[in-house]
């Protein structure tokens, strides 16, 4: 059965691929580049850049204040937390999202520096639309 | 599922080496009933903690569902990528069930779904515009849903809940896998594909 699905699918995803490079973000950095795979990979489960999922939308999220993104319901403990996304609350932020606000609702980690470092690169070359 | 085949007297060996890997991955999805049972599921309550842990898997599956009953009804899919798809629709529809039960026992009110006009604009299915879109699409969500089962496992307390998470996202590499596999992906060469 998949070897039927295999066969007819492959062609067209080279031009899914080939489209969707076309429509990257501006991936200033390597880092960025890296880590916009790894994005999709790691948070893509539950956060896109344009719409609120399961978690809020993150384009332009560096830079932002906290708990921000209309029609968000957001934990109470995130909305109590304040201030701005900068890179490095972010980087601490992944590290432990409940030290940094007991009783948020997003409970994934991200142990690896190198790709936490990726993943905020990406979220940086992705600024809010004007 | 393994233990089926044997039973049969094929041996595992033979069954990979004689249809293949594919095939035979193809066959152990076929395998399992779409409403399976989770094994044993603990009695007490998960902390409150771990509910919320839960909630955001149970929406996780919700998005999912829509997902695929969505693109199933879009016309886009051939009949044999359909009947995959529904399989898979099958064990989204179980995890949701086992996860809302298992909320709701530890005094949680399981969170509801959405409605299919906000999934169809979230994930931007219209924007999905032919078979290999729509394997794209549903093997990147399966790729997520992994990593967020996987990358949240540490933060439950208890392990009947872990144990869940650890099935989980072994479901959704299942799926992720053949669905992979069939928009022409490879494999990563580095060990752990999933974190």
């Known amino acids: ?71 968000y319901a957001y934990s109470p403990a995130l909305k109590r937390l304040g201030g701005v996304w900068t890179p490095a609350r972010l980087d601490q932020w992944l590290q432990g999202p409940q030290a940094v606000a007991p009783g948020a609702r997003m409970f994934l980690t991200v142990g690896d520096p190198a790709v936490r470092r990726d993943i905020i690169a990406y979220l940086a070359a992705n600024p809010a639309t004007p | 599922m393994i233990e089926n085949t044997d039973a049969k007297g094929t041996s595992r060996r033979s069954l990979l080496q004689s249809a293949g890997l594919v095939s035979a991955a193809v066959g152990l999805v076929a395998a399992v009933p779409a409403g399976a049972a989770p094994v044993r599921r603990h009695t007490g309550g998960a902390t409150a903690s771990d509910v919320a842990v839960m909630q955001g898997a149970l929406a996780l599956e919700h998005e999912g569902i829509a997902a695929y009953k969505i693109a ?119 060990a752990f594909l999933f974190s």
């Open chain 2, 72 to 190: 199933g009804g879009s016309g886009l899919l051939s009949p044999e990528v359909l009947a995959v798809a529904l399989v898979f629709l099958g064990h989204h529809e179980g995890h949701r069930d086992a996860l809302a039960k298992l909320i709701a026992r530890s005094g949680g009110k399981p969170v509801e779904p959405k409605s299919n006009d906000e999934y169809i604009k979230s994930l931007n299915i219209a924007a999905l515009k032919n078979q290999a879109d729509v394997i794209r699409f549903a093997a990147g969500l399966e790729q997520g849903a992994t990593n967020a089962y996987v990358g949240q496992v540490a933060a439950l307390q208890d392990k009947a809940t872990a144990h869940l998470f650890g099935q989980l996202g072994a479901d959704e590499a299942v799926h992720w896998a053949l669905l992979n596999n069939a928009a022409g992906g490879t494999v990563p060469k580095a």
């Open chain 1, 1 to 71: 059965m998949l070897r039927i699905l295999a066969t007819a699918v492959v062609a067209g995803a080279v031009l899914v691929v080939a489209s969707l490079a076309a429509a990257a973000p501006a991936a200033a950095t390597g880092e960025a580049a890296a880590g916009q795979a790894l994005y999709l990979a790691r948070c893509g489960g539950c956060h896109s850049l344009d719409a609120n999922r399961i978690g809020p939308a993150h384009r332009g999220v560096v830079g932002r204040r906290v708990a921000s993104v209309p029609g």
